[in-house]
C-alpha cells in the first residue's frame, strides 16, 4: 500500500491480467504501464491520483469502461490508444487538454464529454473512433489540432466552439456521415483538408471572418451543394 507510482512497463504484455485495483497510495502511472494487456476488463483508479504517462493503457482491447477520478489533472500522449473494445469514459473535471492520439483507434467509443477546463484537442485524439457519433464541448475550447476527428465515419454532426480561430489540417478527413456543421464565428481560416472526403456534407455556411480557404478544404465532398 506504500506504492506511489507504477514505472513504466510495470504489467506491459500481461495478457491474463483481467481487472486490476490500484492501491490508494499510487499517483502516477508510468508510460506503457498496462499497454497490451489484452484480456484487461476493468481497471479500478484510485482518488488522489494526478498523472499517467504516454500510452499508460494502449492496446487493452478488452477494456470497456473506465471512470477517471477528478484529481488527475494530466493525461499523456495515446493513454488510451487502440482500446477497442472502450465504449465508455469519464474523463476528469480538471484535465486541461485532450493530447495526442488520446483515443486514437477506440473504434466503439460512441460519445464523449470534453471538460469545461480543456483548452485544446490534439493531434489525431480522436483519430479512428469509428462508432463516435456525440461529442459534448465547453466553449473554453480554442485550438483543435491536425486529424483531430479523422475517420470518425459515424460521426453525422458538430457545432465548434466559438473561440477557435485557427484549427489545423485535415481535421475531419473521411468523416464520410458528417452532414452539418457549425464553424466557429472567430474562425479566420479553413486549413487544408479540413473536409477531405466527406462525402454526406451538404451544406455549410462559411463564417463572415474567414478570408482563406486553404487547398482541398473541401476535396472529395460530392454531395456539397
Do not use: W
Request: glycine share 4%.
Amino acid at each position: 500500500n506504500g506504492v506511489e507510482r507504477l514505472e513504466g512497463s510495470a504489467f506491459s504484455g500481461c495478457e491474463n491480467l483481467t481487472n486490476i485495483v490500484i492501491p490508494a497510495s499510487v499517483t502516477e502511472i508510468g508510460a506503457y504501464a498496462f499497454s497490451d494487456c489484452t484480456a484487461l476488463t476493468e481497471i479500478v483508479l484510485p482518488y488522489g491520483m494526478t498523472y499517467m504517462d504516454n500510452e499508460a493503457f494502449s492496446g487493452c482491447s478488452s477494456l470497456v469502461s473506465l471512470n477517471i477520478p477528478d484529481t488527475v489533472s494530466s493525461i499523456y500522449t495515446a493513454a488510451f490508444k487502440d482500446c477497442s473494445s472502450l465504449r465508455e469514459i469519464k474523463l476528469p473535471n480538471e484535465l486541461s487538454y485532450i493530447s495526442e492520439k488520446l483515443f486514437a483507434g477506440c473504434s466503439s467509443l460512441t460519445e464523449i464529454t470534453i471538460p469545461e477546463t480543456a483548452y485544446g484537442i490534439y493531434a489525431d485524439a480522436f483519430n479512428g473512433c469509428t462508432s463516435l457519433k456525440t461529442i459534448h464541448f465547453s466553449e473554453n475550447i480554442t485550438t483543435i489540432y491536425a486529424r483531430a476527428f479523422k475517420d470518425c465515419t459515424a460521426l453525422e454532426e458538430f457545432v465548434m466552439p466559438n473561440h477557435v480561430h485557427y484549427p489545423q489540417e485535415d481535421i475531419f478527413e473521411n468523416c464520410t456521415a458528417l452532414r452539418s456543421v457549425t464553424l466557429s464565428a472567430d474562425m479566420y481560416s479553413i486549413p487544408t483538408g479540413m473536409f477531405r472526403n466527406c462525402t454526406a456534407l451538404e451544406e455549410i455556411i462559411i463564417p463572415s471572418k474567414v478570408s482563406q480557404i486553404s487547398e482541398e478544404a473541401f476535396a472529395g465532398c460530392t454531395s456539397l451543394e
